[in-house]
């Protein structure tokens, strides 16, 4: 428990001074390039921008309201863009290492492309692609249409509303089931058997296990808001549903540092399963044991390039499909965002998984 806390402190404490220092730079370059007077309204104006993210978090988690909705969802919106501007002045500075530019037409460059790419990336996270893929099973009787969806993250940015949408699109599609493989809810906000009642309309049976936000929304709290709906809860256990075995393992036993383990689950070779499971890990575990298919998300792609490649840092198997010995994995980018609600260099996607006979 010390050691968690520690670690937990340190991790703060580092990302306080990257998200200062990062500011600090932002601010600090760009008044320069555009000869911005630092008055007193400067640093005023500055220092609002700069507390307005961590200030409108822990309003909106412990007030809430549409305003405040609002002012969150601008804050979220400007961490994304500080990051898009902080990338072109990098850019900026190498550039202008070899090639000089007249320092306010450089400012004025980067404003507007930064800018343009927070635009982009904001009209790119409203939209929700279908993704289909086909994958052989063996000792399959029937062919099966399975929906996964994950990291819906529903809260103060992505609402009812935005779980209707999705609803309605998975429906359309009319799976024979619907897995959600963990961080249906974000931690975001206040959140409310409202939020999630859109699920009580998906058609298909739906399973879900756990991911990682559940723990930080608090674990039973989630799990008692689900009970009002639909939606069957697998927790380190094995439910049999159209032939299919479908093996659901909490995400959040490895956050706290205990062993993915699979050995005591009576797991039949000679019969398909399917894993859900959060994190995109332990594939070589599930092989073991004679899984067939394991349903993950967690990574969300990076969501934000170039966060794409250093996820690959952590996990390797970052999104996609990928086979080991036989056993298939699918990482989902998401169904929805974390954090900023922007989307560069990656979807929110509803994957569309045909399990089809395999002949060999």
Known sequence: MVNRIITFALFFIIFLLIYFGVHFYIFARISSL????????????????????????????????????????LSAIWLGAAFFIFCCLIIYEITNMFVKVNSKAAGVIVLVVALSITLFSLINALSLDTKIINIPMPNLKNELKIVQLSDMHIGTIHNSGYLEKIVEKVNNLNPDMVLITGDIVDGSGILTEESISPLNKLEPKTFFTLGNHEQYEG?????????????????NEIFNYKDIQIIGVDAIEEFQNKSFDLSSFKINKL???????????????ANEVGINLQLSGHTHNGQIFPFSLLSRIFFPRVTGLYDYNGTYMYVSPGTGTWGPPLRFGSR???????????EN
């Open 34 to 73: 555009l000869e911005i007077e630092r008055t007193f309204w400067f640093y005023l104006i500055g220092l609002i921008v700069v507390l307005s993210f961590p200030i409108f978090s822990v309003l909106e988690r412990t007030i809430g309201g549409s305003f405040l909705r609002g002012l969150y969802a």
């Open 271 to 285: 019969k398909p399963s399917v894993l859900m499971y959060h994190l995109p890990t332990n594939l070589e575990k």
């Open 219 to 235: 674990v039973e709290y989630v799990l008692n808001l689900l009970k009002n709906t639909k939606i069957q809860i697998l927790r």
């Open 348 to 358: 929110n996607e509803i994957t569309v998984i045909n399990l089809i006979k395999n």
